[in-house]
């Protein structure tokens, strides 16, 4: 195992305190493990916070600040926060609003984001939560009961914390969220696996031509073990799922190309260049795209695809200012 780390037990809080002195616009409390908006709780407005297992960045702890979350929980690597934890980003970002939880379907997540959300109730804070499940490679797998949740995550953080910065309510602000998730989906794939730096050894098994459909951002299998294909085959296979599941005809998209994190930019491109011609072929519009690394899995090879069906509505807020560590424009 070959990493940029010092040792395995120390991955998560080294990088904390990297991200604290990179990002002074983030109050980073290591011990507590939460990274929080240096301006946190904003009063009068809906907090927003989320987290998941590290190894994902710069979901979730690089899109917290301006426009987009309060807070979020990085857990050990590919392991989620405790409840404990999630309660305390939780009363970091009340303001007298309420707070949304924003969780990835997968379950000890849900089971520790609803612990935490009944510790913010007994103390008054009034907690909603949008479970994000928009995986459309496999019903049911490894960590999860239903759907994954995987890119739609930072749509539903985007556009719920534009809703939130412009002064909605908690019930509207979770309505929204709960219709981006609704309507984007996701399909990932894997050329080689990752390494959990606290395992010493790859999640997986992948020959020198095979890929993996349907993988999860943990590793999780996918739906098939293929023979290498080219990129154009690999996103008419990747698209081609999604629009079984939700047809994207004439639909208005907002279309994220993700890196799994050991991808150089240059081959996204090429896929994106893929997706952008089978999407025109079937009568999709691209109104808004992203290319690059944004829900990762360690260093992982490979690529996830999200579309989202865009609304008028959606689309303002999409396009709402954003300056957070991964994500920032309009200010």
Known sequence: MKKLINAPADVVPDALRGMAAAHPSLRVEVDERIVVRADAPVQGKVGIMS??????????????????????????????????????????VSGGQGVLHVVKNYTGDVLNFKMAAELGEDEDIEVATVVVDDDVAVEDSTFTAGRRGTGATLFVEKIAGALAEAGAGLAEVAAAAREVNERTRS?????????????????????????????????????????????????????????????????????????????????????????????????????????????????????????????????????????????????
């Open 51 to 92: 987290g998941g297992g590290s190894g994902h960045e710069p979901l979730h702890g690089g899109f917290v600040g301006y426009g987009m979350l309060h807070a979020a929980c990085p857990g050990e690597v590919f392991t989620s926060p405790v409840p404990d934890q999630i309660f305390a980003a939780t009363q970091a």
């Open 187 to 331: 399909f990932g794939v894997a050329l080689s696996a990752c390494t959990v730096p606290a395992a010493g050894e790859p999640t997986f098994t992948l020959g020198e031509d095979e890929m993996e459909l349907g993988i999860g951002i943990h590793g999780e299998p996918g739906r098939e073990r293929t023979k290498l294909q080219s990129a154009s085959e690999i996103v008419d296979a990747v698209l081609s799922a999604i629009h079984a599941d939700m047809s994207l005809s004439g639909a208005e998209t907002l279309v994220l190309v993700n890196g799994m994190g050991g991808t150089p930019l240059i081959e996204q491109y090429v896929a994106y260049d893929a997706a952008a011609r089978w999407l025109a072929d079937h009568g999709v519009t691209v109104v808004r795209r992203l290319v690059g690394n944004y829900v990762t899995s360690l260093e992982m090879a490979g690529c996830m695809i999200s579309v989202c069906r865009l609304t008028p509505e959606l689309t303002q807020l999409w396009d709402a200012p954003v300056e957070t560590p991964a994500l920032r424009w309009g200010r």
